[in-house]
């Protein structure tokens, strides 16, 4: 498995790019925008994108999108949950900033689902509580959280659709991973859920 990491847009969300080495077949998580940087390491590795992955449905995480798809022919994947917030500009926030980002996913997950991109599996579960459909991406030893949980913070919950019992449910979900797992964040620095049950103070808030 290979990952690069981008940092993107004046939000300066976590894009990523995960491929298997052996077949080249990639994914996308949270393509912000501009995309370019990404389009570009798709052509220098020689990868076959296979999927846009949206961990939600916020203007900063789905900016790229189109950009991404047009480039590579991708189909794009997100929760059943999230499909409404997608298709408002209001709910997904681009309004705010001017826009009227709108995106229809190809594909509607659902928790439990498997991803597989070549030899590399992801797993689905759903995280709502910063939005309802807030997912969480499992593979080995690696959780992609989306605005879940990041280094030494949680999600905001006063954005549509944002709940604090609910997200306090989700995280938990998370903390029952192997202390040693990497949590890659959609801002911010990658941590670890034991650093994060050691130092995050919201976590002792939660009970985790």
């Not at 690069?4 to 491929?19: D, I, K, Q, R, T």
């Not at 997100?78 to 009227?100: D, T, V």
């Not at 797992?181 to 911010?188: A, I």
Request: net charge negative; charged share 20%; glycine share 12%.
């Amino acid at each position: 498995m290979r990952l690069e990491a981008f940092v993107l847009g004046e939000m300066a969300v976590n894009s990523y790019l995960l491929w298997d080495e052996g077949t080249k077949e990639a994914v996308c998580i949270d393509p912000g925008r501009p995309a370019a940087e990404v389009v570009k390491a798709i052509e220098r590795e020689g990868l076959r994108l296979a999927k846009i992955l949206l961990t939600h449905g916020h203007a900063d995480h789905i900016g790229g999108v189109e950009e991404v798809k047009n480039a590579t022919g991708a189909s794009v994947s997100a929760h059943s949950a999230a499909a409404p917030m997608l298709a408002n500009p209001a709910l997904n926030l681009s309004e705010l900033f001017g826009e009227r980002l709108v995106v229809y996913p190809d594909i509607l997950l659902a928790d439990g689902d498997i991803i597989s991109i070549g030899s590399v599996l992801l797993k689905v579960r759903h995280t709502p509580g910063h939005s309802p459909g807030g997912i969480c991406l499992l593979g080995p030893g690696v959780v992609f959280t989306g605005d879940l949980i990041f280094a030494g913070s949680v999600g905001r919950t006063d954005l549509p659709g944002g709940d604090l019992k609910t997200l306090a449910q989700s995280v938990k979900k998370v903390m029952q991973l192997p202390d040693e797992t990497k949590l890659l964040p959609g801002h911010g620095p990658a941590t670890t859920v034991g650093r994060e049950r050691l130092t995050n103070p919201f976590l002792k808030e939660f009970g985790c």
